[in-house]
């Protein structure tokens, strides 16, 4: 018969939460640090898919995201914060990494379209595809993120370091080129 030695002050990593594993990971803890990135990997490849529509650029991006992350994760002020401060570490390197291709790829083809605007048919998510295609890369970025990944304006601001203002500007003027080049558009909010 196997016994199992519980050890009632050790937590499983399980139990530990994140505000824990960020304070460990902030003090230079690396299992701390590899955890919560296991606990978020699958959002962060989603992420820099969406940017790049190539798996192994976006794993790239993911590694690089990764190293910048642990070298500088003693400046993340706010525990709390880690995943957001982590997604903010992954667009840079994404922009970076589309500055370096030198040709921006349509973002919004490269996103789970499954879950936003079910209710349109195909013909008119082309549309809306090509629509996007056309906008300039930061309005992309901010319809991106408000729409497809639920972020808020100022969540958006904090990620993009924007202004809020800027930001609510992206966002309207984005809406406003879809409108036009939608001829009535089928992208209102």
């Known amino acids: 018969m196997d016994r199992v030695?519980?050890?009632?002050?050790?937590?499983?990593?399980?139990?530990?939460?994140?505000?824990?594993?960020?304070?460990?990971?902030?003090?230079?803890?690396?299992d701390a640090y590899g955890e919560l990135l296991k606990r978020h990997k699958a959002y962060f490849?989603?992420?820099?898919?969406?940017?790049?529509?190539?798996?192994?650029?976006?794993l790239d991006i993911v590694g690089e995201?990764?190293?910048?992350?642990?070298?500088?994760?003693?400046?993340?002020?706010?525990?709390?914060?880690?995943?957001?401060?982590?997604t903010k570490?992954?667009?840079?390197?994404?922009?970076?990494?589309?500055k370096k291709q030198q040709d921006v790829m349509?973002?919004?083809?490269q996103v789970d379209i499954q879950e936003v605007n079910k209710g349109i048919s195909i013909e008119q998510k082309l549309d809306l595809y090509?629509?996007?295609?056309r906008l300039r890369p930061e309005y992309k970025m901010v319809i991106i993120l408000k729409f497809f990944n639920d972020y808020k304006e100022k969540e958006i601001a904090?990620?993009?370091?924007?202004?809020?203002?800027?930001?609510k500007s992206h966002l309207r003027r984005?809406?406003?080129?879809?409108n036009v080049l939608l001829k009535g558009g089928c992208f209102n909010e």
Request: no cysteine.
């Open 158 to 167: 904090d990620l993009m370091e924007l202004p809020l203002n800027t930001v």
């Open 89 to 98: 570490v992954l667009i840079h390197v994404a922009l970076k990494e589309i």
């Open 5 to 30: 030695l519980v050890i009632p002050w050790v937590k499983k990593v399980e139990e530990v939460s994140e505000r824990q594993l960020a304070k460990k990971a902030i003090r230079g803890d690396h």
């Open 45 to 58: 490849y989603k992420m820099a898919f969406s940017y790049v529509k190539e798996q192994q650029v976006a």
């Open 174 to 178: 984005a809406k406003e080129e879809l």
């Open 65 to 86: 995201m990764t190293y910048l992350g642990l070298m500088k994760i003693h400046q993340l002020k706010n525990p709390d914060y880690f995943k957001t401060w982590m």
């Open 106 to 109: 349509p973002l919004l083809d």
């Open 130 to 133: 090509e629509a996007m295609d």
